[in-house]
């Protein structure tokens, strides 16, 4: 489903949500996108385009996943993903085995991208209502996503840093203690890939 959302008092300045296709000009675009917002805290990504064409390319290989991509015109300004979890690498699924949960009744969030200047506008709710109904369109019974967890006194934490939680939290995810991952990039201030922790939410459809 395609909706306009009108962002300023000019009517011809408006954002489109809806879900795309992952041909390789719209890979290309959201990769540069995932990139710049990703080196914002908190995850300080120093990533490589070619690399992120070929993470999307595969994340969005399932014909169960989804791309949801906000636009101005032909200009993507954010996006987010989705797909079952059976289809993620042994590093997301390995904690749900571990924990004896059925990977394959969870759909996996990825991403969820917005250039900053388009945030507090409803649409990242919009692209939760979005992958909530592609996970109910899977008949799945659990929604997760997982977030890196920083130290409050990490020296690049910006003193604007907003926490999420309570956005997830009002969206139903709860903090599942017994699931943590650990996945590895290159931190801006960095010279080489290190570990990351990764805490994951859950909510029950």
Not at 34 to 53: H, I, K
Not at 104 to 127: A, C, D, K, P
Request: aromatic share 12%; charged share 20%.
């Amino acid at each position: 489903m395609t909706t306009a959302m009108p962002l300023y008092d000019n009517p011809a300045e408006r954002v489109t949500i809806e879900r795309m296709s992952r041909d390789d000009l719209t890979l290309r675009a959201l990769a540069t996108l995932r990139m710049t917002v990703f080196r914002s805290w908190p995850y300080l990504y120093d990533g490589n385009a070619d690399y992120e064409a070929a993470y999307l390319a595969e994340f969005l290989s399932d014909p169960a996943s989804v791309l949801i991509v906000a636009r101005i015109g032909e200009i993507p300004i954010g996006m987010a993903t989705a797909s079952p979890l059976a289809t993620q690498s042994d590093t997301i699924t390995a904690p749900f085995k571990t924990a004896e949960i059925n990977i394959n009744t969870v759909f996996y969030f990825g991403e969820s991208v917005l250039l900053n200047q388009f945030r507090g506008m409803g649409i990242g709710h919009r692209f939760f209502d979005e992958r909530e109904a592609a996970a109910a369109e899977y008949c799945a019974t659990h929604c997760t996503f997982c977030a890196v967890a920083r130290p409050d006194d990490h020296p690049m934490r910006p003193l604007s840093a907003r926490d999420l939680t309570p956005f997830w939290q009002k969206r139903g995810y709860r903090l599942a203690p017994d699931l943590n991952a650990s996945l590895s990039w290159k931190d801006l201030d960095q010279t080489l890939e290190t570990p990351h922790s990764m805490r994951f939410w859950m909510k029950a459809l």
